[in-house]
């Protein structure tokens, strides 16, 4: 519960603040350039959905041989892929689905400036515009999706180690440490049972 109201929370931040920045961008933008500022919507929610997926898909094992060599990066790949559902979760719904919302609202206002500059007046071409327009987001978003899940799932662990080393390039170069570094609870009760077993 704690999760999901702090998730709502991050979620209706980020999203608005992403729609008054992409707002803002437009406003300012030709429609040209508005296109490719929806563009690069799309690869920020591929891009999350990639590591999300990535970081379902992947395993502990081979972090573990890294750690042990003191590989950079993967302690920090072992806690992703241990918090699966939660780092998913982010990365694939919040800002997968925030990405997706923003393009849909960011792709009309391009088609506005469009027919505006170039179609005024002719609302058949504004319809058949319109829905091209957002045909091809749609298609774009999707067919990148579906791209990057393949992508992910069979380099899952390079793409997890990948995400660690830049959790590890903030947490030694900028002093930002987005893990806590306790032991899962799990662990801890195994190990009392184990204690308690050895005591008989």
């Given at each position: ?113 469009l027919v505006n500059s170039m179609f005024q007046g002719h609302s058949v071409l504004y319809t ?10 749609s298609a774009l978003t999707v067919g990148g999706k579906a791209v990057g899940k393949s992508f992910?799932?069979?380099?899952a662990t390079e793409i997890v180690l990948a995400i660690g080393k830049f959790f590890y390039f ?31």
């Amino acid at each position: 519960m704690r999760w999901s109201i702090f998730i709502f929370a991050v979620t209706f931040a980020l999203s608005c603040a992403i729609s008054i920045t992409s707002t803002t961008l437009l406003e300012g933008f030709a429609w040209g350039a508005g296109m490719l500022v929806v563009f690069a919507i799309i690869l920020v929610g591929i891009f999350f959905d990639m590591m999300g997926i990535a970081a379902a898909s992947a395993v502990e094992k081979p972090f573990h041989a890294m750690a042990a060599e003191r590989v950079h990066g993967a302690r920090h790949a072992i806690y992703i892929v241990r918090n699966a559902d939660k780092f998913s979760n982010f990365c694939n719904d919040v800002i997968g689905d925030i990405a997706g919302v923003i393009s849909g609202t960011a792709s009309a206002l391009v088609v506005l400036k469009l027919v505006n500059s170039m179609f005024q007046g002719h609302s058949v071409l504004y319809t058949i515009v319109s829905v091209l327009f957002t045909a091809l987001v749609s298609a774009l978003t999707v067919g990148g999706k579906a791209v990057g899940k393949s992508f992910s799932i069979h380099y899952a662990t390079e793409i997890v180690l990948a995400i660690g080393k830049f959790f590890y390039f903030l947490e030694r170069r900028c002093g930002i440490r987005l893990f806590n570094g306790r032991k899962n609870k799990s662990n801890g009760k195994r190990g009392s049972k184990r204690a308690a077993r050895s005591n008989q």
